[in-house]
């Protein structure tokens, strides 16, 4: 049986949202399409002179509340569908914390990890210039995703810059913060997590501080969200990363884990900690699990298995929608990512905004505005769940869709 890709998902959680919000067939139909698809062939010369082409895109998928936003990822399994699918969630995700961007996201077909500092800057630069005409500050603003990093950023804002003839900082956010970056965006996504994790504690009547975590990824929205987690008073049982996983009844540092990790390559093998697989972390006893790795990990296959009282998407797309179902039934409370993880977008929106203005916000407020926004938006979700009696998902689904909505309808369609 073919799996279910992430578009399909996407299109089945916007059918949801669709039929509970009687939504215009016409708007639904514009909803299911990205406005802009473009597909770009990198070539780069290698370091052992050879030249190789690469597979990039960019995908623009709806700018009725505001400007493009989303971020490029390097991998080996980018596909178009799937960064389709990942546009499509960006632009719930904005709606749903109400910051005024529409979503697109990025990708290029390679590897990494096979690649040197050199050619992945060649090749960020030479995928800058090909998807040149489609950004910029008031059109499309690319942020940092799966394997890029502050650096990429700083590359395509020199790239773009360069071409223009001026400094122009706003086109893009993630940079390093000597270049307008803003305090606290490394570790904003995860801080949105935690925040939600906190507040689905506080509904289900379950201590927070004290509150076992299990966290699936340790890249840097998975190490993060542990470390912020481990600060606020919980737990850390167990973590994994691409090789696998480790779990400790009582509790692991993430520091020193984090630590583990550079210097070996991998968290398992960490002194006092059983190695397990990364199906068995996502099993594990625990109050709070936190899926921060990639799409798909939890499917109708063990769904049933999942023992976590709370299930916090740090990941975009973990949870297919047989699986949300059999959450639901066994119910388990579920964020999803569309609130969930919009803490980097949020953050991603206050360093463009700064940027624009030519100003520098402290740690503090950028934090303090984060943690408003994001309780705020589980506030919004929390009640539209109640009200519809649905569960977390639909809820944000609904809230999302339905302001994307009730934007193209005020807008109009010309000519």
Known sequence: MKEQSALDTALEQLRIAAEKLNLDPGIHEMLKHPKRSLIVSISIKMD?????????????????????KGGIRYHPNVTLDEVTALAMWMTWKCAVVDIPYGGAKGGVCCNPK??????IERLTRRYTSLILDVIGPYRDVP?????????????????????????????????????????????????????CAREAAKVRDLKFNGATVAVQGYGNVGWNAAKIAYDMGCKVVAVSDSVGGIYCQKGLNPYDVYEHKSKTGSVVNYKGCKNIKNEELLETKCDILIPAALENQITKANADKIKAKIVVEGANGPTTPEADKILDEKGIMLAPDILANSGGVT????????????EHWTLEEVNQKLENKMVKAF??????????????????????VGRVAEAIKTLGLWP
């Open 143 to 195: 942020a940092p995703d799966v394997y890029t990093y502050a650096q990429t950023m700083a590359w395509i804002m020199d790239t773009y810059s360069q071409f223009k003839g001026y400094s122009v900082s706003e086109c893009v956010t993630g940079k390093p913060i000597s270049i307008g970056g803003s305090e606290g965006r490394a570790e904003a996504t995860s801080l949105g997590v935690v925040v």
């Open 379 to 400: 506030s919004d979700v929390y009640n539209i769940m109640r009200k519809e009696e649905s569960d977390m998902r639909t809820a944000a689904l609904m809230l999302g």
């Open 114 to 119: 096979k690649m040197n500092l050199n050619e």
């Open 347 to 358: 953050a991603s929106y206050y360093e463009w905004v700064q940027n624009l203005t030519r």
């Open 48 to 68: 052992n002179g050879e030249i190789s082409t690469f597979t990039g895109c960019r995908v623009q998928h709806n700018d009725a509340r505001g400007p493009f």
